[in-house]
């Protein structure tokens, strides 16, 4: 989720740049003061442009970009989201969720190669528009997170059910964290596939337009290095299979080591309902298995976040005032109820998300 509140596009063409370069269909993210953050606008954009690429026969793939030296994309516009909760009750949000998970279902399914470029600021609805592509490259200055529980929110785009697939409870460690991953852990958690040097993409893109997606890739992508996740699986899956959060907490405290004992510093100053939402979203993840019905279980979860005080609190706490001290309501895990919970998986009022339309 973007903490950047710039505003520097005011259309929609100018902030996602569509074209065509031989055969690709190119997709530019081009909000660079605001860390390319989306927009409904720049959804429907990108919507759009794929589907007339899908029956353009000229276009063999399409790949996607950020505009700057920043990121692909820090997520969704979270200040619009604060700012829509506090006037309207949240009612453009739930629209905006709608069409991006719309989106995030469509890229995974696409019918023709889609290639993210996953360079630098890779967070929240980045993810959505490029972990579910069919080639994901990154780099070193690769930072990939899911940080919703920061703000008061849970990991939506899909991002439950990436998560839900990584090896042993990485992704519960990383859902539950928001911590970032470098290039090599992206790869090894199954949010990306190659990792390609920063000052190899220009030529990367251009191969692209060129010649197949494999031997362009093949040309620039080398093996992963420098990834620390897969050492510490140990205390990882030890502390994360528990059952409740605060069992969680307890085993990380009680590990000793340092990792552990960040990873319970953090969760202790998460919104304590976020993060119990989140770990039950993951496992139902787990069951649920495809993406369809985890984005359907996601909307519900996202539209009651608009209704609980965490959300608003969140982004204040972030983006508006900056004071990075959120008040969280309920304040303590143990005050939040089984029957918390399980409000945030019911029917939304603001209907299903509909997957299969």
């Given at each position: 989720?973007?903490?950047?509140?710039s505003t520097d596009d005011s259309t929609a063409e100018a902030s996602v740049l569509v074209s065509t370069e031989g055969r690709v269909g190119r997709l530019t993210l081009n909000r660079p003061r605001a860390l390319?953050?989306?927009?409904?606008?720049?959804?429907?954009?990108?919507?759009?442009?794929?589907?007339?690429?899908?029956?353009?026969?000229?276009?063999?793939?399409?790949?996607?970009?950020?505009?700057?030296?920043?990121?692909?994309?820090?997520?969704?516009?979270?200040?619009?989201?604060?700012?829509?909760?506090?006037?309207?009750?949240?009612?453009?949000?739930?629209?905006?969720?709608?069409?991006?998970?719309?989106?995030?279902?469509?890229?995974?399914?696409?019918?023709?190669?889609?290639?993210?470029?996953?360079?630098?600021?890779?967070?929240?609805?980045?993810?959505?528009?490029?972990?579910?592509?069919?080639?994901?490259?990154?780099?070193?200055?690769?930072?990939?997170?899911?940080?919703?529980?920061?703000?008061?929110?849970?990991?939506?785009?899909?991002?439950?059910?990436?998560?839900?697939?990584?090896?042993?409870?990485?992704?519960?460690?990383?859902?539950?964290?928001?911590?970032?991953?470098?290039?090599?852990?992206?790869?090894?958690?199954?949010?990306?596939?190659?990792?390609?040097?920063?000052?190899?993409?220009?030529?990367?893109?251009?191969?692209?337009?060129?010649?197949?997606v494999e031997e362009a890739v093949g040309r620039h992508a080398g093996p992963p290095s420098g990834g620390r996740l897969a050492e510490e699986r140990g205390w990882i899956d030890a502390c994360y299979a528990a059952?409740?959060?605060?069992?969680?907490?307890?085993?990380?405290?009680?590990?000793?080591?340092?990792?552990?004992?960040?990873?319970?510093?953090?969760?202790?100053?998460?919104?304590?309902?976020?993060?119990?939402v989140t770990l039950a979203a993951l496992r139902r993840a787990r069951r649920l298995g495809a993406l369809e019905p985890v984005l359907e279980q996601e909307y519900r979860v996202s539209c009651a976040c608009l209704?609980?005080?965490?959300?608003?609190?969140?982004?204040?706490?972030?983006?508006?005032?900056?004071?990075?001290?959120?008040?969280?309501?309920?304040?303590?895990?143990?005050?939040?109820?089984?029957?918390?919970?399980?409000?945030?998986?019911?029917?939304?009022?603001?209907?299903?998300?509909?997957?299969?339309?």
């Amino acid at each position: 989720m973007s903490t950047d509140d710039s505003t520097d596009d005011s259309t929609a063409e100018a902030s996602v740049l569509v074209s065509t370069e031989g055969r690709v269909g190119r997709l530019t993210l081009n909000r660079p003061r605001a860390l390319n953050a989306l927009t409904h606008a720049m959804v429907l954009r990108i919507d759009e442009a794929l589907s007339a690429w899908e029956r353009d026969p000229a276009v063999a793939a399409v790949v996607v970009t950020g505009a700057g030296e920043r990121g692909l994309c820090a997520g969704g516009d979270i200040r619009a989201v604060h700012d829509d909760v506090r006037a309207g009750g949240g009612a453009a949000s739930a629209a905006f969720w709608r069409d991006e998970y719309l989106l995030n279902a469509r890229i995974a399914r696409y019918p023709k190669p889609y290639v993210a470029v996953m360079d630098g600021i890779v967070m929240g609805g980045g993810v959505g528009v490029s972990a579910h592509g069919d080639v994901r490259v990154v780099t070193e200055r690769s930072r990939v997170a899911m940080p919703e529980t920061g703000i008061g929110f849970v990991p939506d785009v899909g991002g439950t059910h990436l998560l839900a697939r990584a090896p042993g409870e990485l992704g519960t460690h990383l859902a539950l964290t928001g911590a970032e991953l470098g290039a090599a852990d992206a790869v090894h958690c199954g949010l990306a596939d190659h990792v390609v040097p920063s000052a190899a993409l220009p030529d990367l893109v251009r191969d692209l337009a060129h010649t197949s997606v494999e031997e362009a890739v093949g040309r620039h992508a080398g093996p992963p290095s420098g990834g620390r996740l897969a050492e510490e699986r140990g205390w990882i899956d030890a502390c994360y299979a528990a059952d409740t959060v605060e069992e969680i907490v307890a085993r990380l405290l009680a590990d000793g080591s340092h990792g552990a004992k960040e990873a319970a510093e953090t969760l202790l100053s998460r919104s304590p309902t976020s993060l119990k939402v989140t770990l039950a979203a993951l496992r139902r993840a787990r069951r649920l298995g495809a993406l369809e019905p985890v984005l359907e279980q996601e909307y519900r979860v996202s539209c009651a976040c608009l209704t609980a005080p965490d959300l608003v609190e969140g982004i204040r706490a972030q983006v508006v005032d900056k004071d990075r001290r959120p008040h969280w309501r309920p304040a303590a895990l143990e005050e939040v109820t089984e029957a918390d919970v399980a409000r945030f998986f019911a029917p939304s009022p603001h209907g299903a998300l509909g997957t299969g339309r």
